[in-house]
């Protein structure tokens, strides 16, 4: 009841994403009904963290989640490269992207580093399957000037994909400002975008998010199973919205 309370209030905000990173399909399957129960929007499947090799299978499997909680899925498979823990070349991972983009997922991540001759037929196909593609960036070492960030966003909406998510190094609170003034900047792109920071800092900038009009800000299920540091757990966020919101 609590959390499809929140959920009406929150129709018109920020939506909350909901990141899982476990290692088994079985134990992915879990946590995505406790996501529903907590009051997520979306779920995002980090396959990247799985022990067991993505197959076909894996991905029919797991596509089945959205008919079990009725939520949207992202479908990330981070490579090394940028943070993930996916180890394999390249040209195997786009294989396993195309195919997800035709399984029945909501959204695809794709890196804004990625080689533009692999990534851009993908954001193709997935226009033509009527798949969200969300076009990400990171920094694990710091975060630039605001008006770094703001050409960030630019690059990511110049691939021509639906949402840009620029996630950055929050080493105190002038790079919490950097992401504030960055992001509420970038709402003249007329272009959805996100953008968060990782650290003890970036908690802050997670909490504001709706204030800087993030189309989604991502969040652990509990505080245990944060996929990065700075990651808010899910209830603990939604309080803290329902508490900024009766100020």
Known sequence: MRASKRN????????????????????????????KSLG?????????????????????????????????????????????????????????????????????DLELKMEGNLRDPLIAL??????????????????????????????CKETEGDIAKVVLTSNNFEDVLNVTKGGKTAKDLNHKYTVMGMGSYGQFTRVLAPLIGCEMVYAAVDPEKKVEDGQVDIRTLLELWDALENL
């Open 8 to 35: 009406k209030k929150r129709e018109s905000m920020t939506l909350v994403c909901v990141s899982l990173a476990e290692q088994s399909v079985t134990d992915l399957v879990s946590q995505a009904d406790l996501c």
């Open 126 to 155: 997935a226009k033509k399957e009527e798949i969200k593609t969300i076009i990400s960036y990171h920094d694990f070492f710091k975060t630039p000037s605001w008006s770094e960030i703001f050409a960030l966003i630019k690059q």
């Open 40 to 108: 997520a929007n979306l779920i995002e499947l980090r396959l990247d963290k799985l022990k067991e090799p993505i197959s076909s299978s894996i991905l029919n499997r797991l596509s089945e989640i959205k008919k079990d909680t009725g939520l949207p899925l992202i479908l990330t498979i981070r490579p090394y490269w940028d943070g993930g823990d996916y180890k394999e070349d390249e040209e195997k991972r786009t294989a396993l992207l195309e195919e997800a983009i035709t399984t029945g997922f909501d959204y695809i």
